[in-house]
């Protein structure tokens, strides 16, 4: 069964702090991997990747897969307060254009 | 630039009553999709669409219906609510061709309770 796990699934920082989020998976047909964030609202997108080790960055946002491994990770250097948000990982399909989420990381930075 | 907008926002049903949540994009996506979010499910994705006249069901399609006779719009009946049917509905679209057809974008969501 295929299926997106994100770890942790909540998480309290500081501001200033630096966080790592996780997303591994293990699906069939793997075509890409996209995070996004969600706040209040409806998820908004921040990343795809679809090659192993390279690096998308922007901001203080950064991630990177490993195909081999299967895992993704998502960075955030220097929190800040509006960072706060549940951030979700997502697989789409290449047979189909199907897509699996993860439960997601809620994500709080206090002042 | 509307994007991609859900109507209605808010909605509170019986159960037994038929559904209808529409979903208008102004890009001129070919994929549109209809996701479901509950608390410790996360999305779930109902139907897809990749064309005009072309549905494939998702992870979770039973008790919903979907047709897309135009690009544009890309409704989800309920035939008959259940209680289980509660929860927040997402409408996405995207691209066609290269990295643009992955990326997704999401409509407001329109909250249903069936009562």
């Known amino acids: 069964e295929d299926k997106v796990v994100q770890s942790p699934l909540s998480l309290v920082v500081h501001e200033g702090d630096t966080v790592t989020l996780n997303c591994s998976y293990e699906?069939?047909?793997?075509?890409?991997l996209l995070w996004y964030k969600q706040e209040k609202k409806a998820p908004t997108f921040l990343f795809m990747l679809t090659s192993s080790g390279i690096e998308k960055k922007s901001g203080r946002l950064s991630s990177i897969l490993d195909k081999k491994e299967l895992f993704s990770i998502l960075n955030i250097t220097a929190t800040q307060t509006g960072d706060s948000a549940v951030y979700l990982c997502a697989v789409r399909f290449y047979n189909n254009n199907d897509m699996r989420f993860g439960a997601g990381t809620r994500l709080t930075v206090k002042p | 630039d509307a994007g991609i907008t859900q109507s209605p926002r808010y909605k509170i049903t019986e159960t037994g009553r038929q559904v209808t949540l529409m979903c208008h994009q102004t890009w001129s996506h070919s994929y549109m999709f209809w996701y479901r979010q509950d608390l410790g499910h996360g999305l779930r994705l109902i139907y897809y669409?990749?064309?005009?006249?072309?549905?494939d069901k998702g992870e979770v399609p039973d008790g919903y219906v979907v047709s897309r006779s135009k690009t544009e719009n890309f409704p989800l009946t309920l035939e008959s609510a259940t209680r289980s049917q509660t929860s927040v509905y997402f409408c996405?679209?995207?691209?066609?061709?290269?990295?643009?057809?992955?990326?997704?974008?999401f409509g407001p969501g329109t909250r249903l309770t069936v009562l």
């Open positions: 699906v069939t047909n793997f075509r890409s």
């Open positions: 669409s990749a064309a005009a006249d072309i549905t």
């Open positions: 996405a679209s995207s691209g066609t061709g290269g990295p643009s057809t992955d990326t997704q974008y």
